[in-house]
C-alpha cells in the first residue's frame, strides 16, 4: 500500500497532497462535532474482594532487605564500639589528672606534717614545755639500760615498780 501511495504521489503530484489535506479537514470536522453537546460523566462505583487474595514471598526483596539490615547493624556496633572507646579514654585522662592532683596535694601534706614534726622534735622546745609542766632533770638511777637488763634470751614475765614515794613536806 505504501508503494501504491508513494507511486501515486510520484504520479499525480498534487492530487496525494490534496487527498491528504481533505481528510485531514474531514477528521478535524468529525472532531469538532464530537467535542459539542454536554459529555457527562459518570463513575461508578465497584467494590473489589482482594481479601483472598495471598501476595507471593519476594525473595530478592527480603533478602536485600536482610543485607541491609545486617549492613546497618555492622555500622551501628563500629559507630557504638568507636564512640564508646573514645569516651572512655577521655574518662581515663580525666581520672589521670585527678589522681595526679590528688598525689601533689598529699605530697604537700607529707612535707607539711614533716616540717611539724620536726618543729615539735626540737630538744629545746621538748625541755622547756617539760620545766614548764613541772618535770625536773633525770636522776642517774632513773637510767635504765635495756640491753643490761636483758641478759639472757628467756621470756621475762613484765613488772611494774613504782618510783619512791617523795617525801611529804614539813
Avoid at 467494590?47 to 555492622?74: C, G, H, Q, Y
Avoid at 613541772?134 to 613504782?162: E, I, M
Wanted: no cysteine.
Amino acid at each position: 500500500m505504501a508503494t501504491t501511495y508513494v507511486a501515486g504521489y510520484l504520479e499525480g503530484g498534487r492530487s496525494a497532497s490534496r487527498q491528504i489535506e481533505e481528510r485531514n479537514v474531514r477528521m478535524y470536522a468529525a472532531q469538532q462535532r464530537l467535542k459539542r453537546g454536554a459529555t457527562l460523566e459518570v463513575f461508578f462505583p465497584k467494590r473489589i474482594d482482594n481479601s483472598r487474595l495471598v501476595k507471593a514471598p519476594d525473595t530478592v526483596r527480603i533478602r536485600e532487605m536482610r543485607m541491609f539490615t545486617a549492613a546497618a547493624a555492622v555500622v551501628f556496633t563500629l559507630v557504638m564500639i568507636y564512640g564508646w572507646q573514645h569516651f572512655s579514654s577521655i574518662e581515663l585522662g580525666y581520672r589521670v589528672e585527678a589522681k595526679k592532683q590528688q598525689v601533689e596535694e598529699l605530697r604537700e601534706q607529707n612535707r607539711q606534717l614533716r616540717l611539724t614534726e620536726a618543729e615539735l622534735s626540737q630538744p629545746e622546745r621538748i625541755d622547756q614545755m617539760a620545766r614548764a609542766m613541772g618535770l625536773t632533770d633525770r636522776q642517774p638511777d632513773q637510767v635504765v639500760r635495756v640491753s643490761a637488763v636483758v641478759s639472757n634470751a628467756a621470756p621475762v614475765l613484765a613488772q611494774a615498780t613504782l618510783p619512791p614515794a617523795p617525801m611529804a613536806m614539813r
